[in-house]
T-cell receptor, first 114, second 116 residues
Framework: DSGVTQTPKHLITATGQRVTLRCSPR?????VYWYQQSLDQGLQFLIQ???????AKGNILERFSAQQFPDLHSELNLSSLELGDSALYFC?????????????FGPGTRLTVL | AQKITQTQPGMFVQEKEAVTLDCTYD???????LFWYKQPSSGEMIFLIY??????QNATEGRYSLNFQKARKSANLVISASQLGDSAMYFC?????????????FGGGTRLMVKP
């Protein structure tokens, strides 16, 4: 158990809908990262938050947005869903201190868009 | 160009044998970190081992070791005494310190299958 929790574990929805994925980081970790794993794109970085502020953005679509709350949990919002958004979405967290900083991943949320 | 390349899509190894999973990387940043993660069929990503670009010695964690060859830009994972539970996808990843954030760039992965 990495200490990172994600809910829900599975999500099935229809095209055009909006969903929210939730992540709680490990105790003491200030950074939260979101990654998408799909068959065609592999594992891709979406966005990073550090202590409530957006720090870095990757290949995140405009239909997607995220935030990190004062208690450090984070939510990833996916809207106007398309079939191609079906993927495994991971949240990871790290203390973000020094060169040896390691990201620990949650169990993932498997999103299926029908 | 691919930043992380894993050239072996799939590999078989006999139980109790050692196996090497290849990873090459491409960066112009002198300061970077290399990571290996394991993804079993259940889907979670499990951190295995880390190597920093300035580390003088190869990293080791139990049965896992990292064969770091900086001049060749390779960071191969060696698993000794393979066990059936080692069957999984393995991903090599890199973090470059030039980036504003600490995001990881992943390779395409290698599926390891351990034969009894």
């Amino acid at each position: 158990d990495s200490g990172v929790t994600q809910t829900p574990k599975h999500l099935i929805t229809a095209t055009g809908q909006r969903v929210t994925l939730r992540c709680s980081p490990r105790s003491g970790d200030l950074s939260v990262y979101w990654y998408q794993q799909s068959l065609d794109q592999g594992l891709q970085f979406l966005i990073q938050y550090y202590n409530g502020e957006e720090r870095a953005k990757g290949n995140i679509l405009e239909r997607f947005s995220a935030q990190q709350f004062p208690d450090l949990h984070s939510e990833l919002n996916l809207s106007s869903l398309e079939l191609g958004d079906s993927a495994l979405y991971f949240c990871a967290s790290s203390a973000d201190r020094g060169n040896t900083d390691t990201q620990y991943f949650g169990p993932g949320t498997r999103l299926t868009v029908l | 160009a691919q930043k992380i390349t894993q050239t072996q899509p799939g590999m078989f190894v006999q139980e109790k044998e050692a196996v090497t999973l290849d990873c090459t990387y491409d960066t112009s940043d002198p300061s970077y970190g290399l990571f290996w993660y394991k993804q079993p069929s259940s889907g979670e990503m499990i951190f295995l081992i880390y190597q920093g670009s300035y580390d003088q010695q190869n990293a080791t964690e139990g049965r896992y070791s990292l064969n770091f060859q900086k001049a060749r830009k390779s960071a191969n994972l060696v698993i000794s005494a393979s066990q059936l539970g080692d069957s999984a996808m393995y991903f090599c990843a890199m973090r470059e310190w030039d980036n504003a954030g600490n995001m990881l760039t992943f390779g395409g992965g290698t599926r390891l299958m351990v034969k009894p």
